[in-house]
């Protein structure tokens, strides 16, 4: 995926600037940006574990991403944020939560309005 958000001062910008939705196991903060494609950044703390069980969450949170894409707003960068909740969560939870934060926010598209 190139489109990421690596650099630490996206990552405050859409901390301080962004709007927030949370669920149970992720935290989601969204701003509109102007380069043209939306962007992801992911944040999985040291605290929910070793390395294998946060690049299992990560990896969750990024196909989340990629297979709705389409019905994501375009030209927006989101930032996930992992809670405890989601290191032993099964896909479908995680899923759900995104989809729910991304609802929130009011991020999702209709399959009519495109």
Do not use: W
Not at 56 to 75: F, G, M, S, T
Not at 83 to 95: C, G, I, K, S, T
């Amino acid at each position: 995926m190139k489109n990421t958000l690596k650099e630490n001062r996206d990552f405050r910008r859409l901390y301080g600037r962004g709007r927030s939705a949370s669920s149970d196991c992720l935290v989601v903060y969204a701003m509109h940006n102007k380069f043209g494609a939306g962007r992801l950044g992911i944040t999985v703390s040291v605290k929910l574990g070793c390395a294998v069980q946060r690049n299992r969450i990560k990896r969750l949170i990024r196909e989340a991403y990629r297979l709705h894409l389409d019905e994501l707003q375009p030209n927006t960068d989101l930032v996930v944020v992992a809670r405890f909740r989601a290191v032993n969560a099964p896909y479908e939870r995680v899923e759900r939560a995104y989809l729910r934060c991304l609802k929130q926010l009011g991020l999702l598209q209709t399959k009519e309005g495109k």
